[in-house]
């Protein structure tokens, strides 16, 4: 049984040798799952190789060979198109719940459903998850009551990034980041709502925004 992180790189590898024949970087993998250091790989591709799914050439760098794949996937260089599942295309992230585009609720810690995004609508590497807005405040960036946002996470961001911000550990908001004069501020996009100006230690960024589905009714 593979870990998911295990399986994520497997596809991932699967994908970049079914269009170059060439295993991916140490690097590329790395940014591929979002990880921070290349000795996660290192560990992920020691266990696939532990399991029999990969093996490492001897004499030759960047030489990876994919001996077996898990059921329901294709070889390098088949015909079949890749598992609409796969970490690198992003068709599928978790729905965590309800955030507040108003005043903020508390923070949204337990997983909930998946969602599945159409192709091409996510870009790049990284995790990602999905929140249900709750409120008005972001109205004039185009975020609306009941809009589901698509949020990459991350732990920094520029100013004028939307994102989404924990304060004082226990409660979440979606917000465009400023900062001015040593604060942060979590500044709402409809000029009902009144910025918060906090200490840099009462936030931390959770993640920022990366799309968003409306449905019609």
Same mark, same amino acid.
């Given at each position: 049984?593979?870990?998911?992180?295990?399986?994520?790189?497997?596809?991932?590898?699967?994908?970049?040798?079914?269009?170059?024949?060439?295993?991916?970087?140490?690097?590329?993998?790395?940014?591929?799952?979002? !990880?921070?250091? @290349?000795?996660?790989?290192?560990?992920? +591709?020691?266990?696939?190789?532990?399991? =029999?799914?990969?093996?490492? #050439? /001897?004499?030759?760098?960047?030489?990876?060979?994919?001996?077996?794949?898990?059921?329901?996937?294709?070889?390098?260089?088949?015909?079949?198109?890749?598992?609409?599942?796969?970490?690198?295309?992003?068709?599928?992230?978790? !729905?965590?719940? @309800?955030?507040?585009?108003?005043?903020? +609720?508390?923070?949204?810690?337990?997983? =909930?459903?998946?969602?599945? #995004? /159409?192709?091409?609508?996510?870009?790049?590497?990284?995790?990602?998850?999905?929140?249900?807005?709750?409120?008005?405040?972001?109205?004039?960036?185009?975020?609306?009551?009941?809009?589901?946002?698509?949020?990459?996470?991350?732990?920094?961001?520029?100013?004028?990034?939307?994102?989404?911000?924990?304060?004082?550990?226990?409660?979440?908001?979606?917000?465009? #980041?400023?900062?001015?004069?040593?604060?942060?501020?979590?500044?709402?996009?409809?000029?009902?709502?009144?910025?918060?100006?906090?200490?840099?230690?009462?936030?931390?960024?959770?993640?920022?925004?990366?799309?968003?589905?409306?449905?019609?009714?």
């Amino acid at each position: 049984m593979l870990t998911k992180k295990q399986r994520d790189l497997l596809f991932f590898i699967q994908e970049h040798m079914s269009d170059s024949d060439i295993p991916p970087s140490f690097e590329e993998m790395k940014d591929a799952l979002g !990880l921070k250091s @290349k000795s996660g790989i290192h560990r992920l +591709i020691s266990g696939l190789e532990e399991r =029999g799914y990969i093996e490492r #050439l /001897p004499h030759r760098a960047r030489a990876l060979e994919i001996k077996r794949l898990p059921e329901g996937m294709v070889k390098p260089n088949a015909s079949a198109p890749p598992p609409a599942n796969s970490a690198h295309n992003f068709n599928e992230v978790p !729905l965590y719940g @309800k955030i507040a585009a108003g005043t903020p +609720i508390e923070a949204i810690v337990h997983p =909930g459903n998946s969602i599945h #995004l /159409p192709p091409g609508m996510i870009s790049g590497s990284g995790e990602h998850y999905a929140l249900t807005i709750d409120g008005d405040s972001m109205i004039n960036a185009g975020i609306h009551d009941g809009d589901t946002v698509i949020i990459k996470k991350c732990d920094t961001a520029e100013n004028g990034a939307i994102i989404v911000a924990l304060v004082d550990g226990e409660e979440a908001t979606l917000k465009t #980041l400023r900062r001015a004069g040593g604060k942060i501020v979590l500044e709402p996009e409809n000029e009902d709502y009144e910025p918060r100006v906090l200490e840099p230690e009462r936030v931390a960024i959770q993640g920022r925004l990366a799309g968003l589905m409306r449905s019609y009714h």
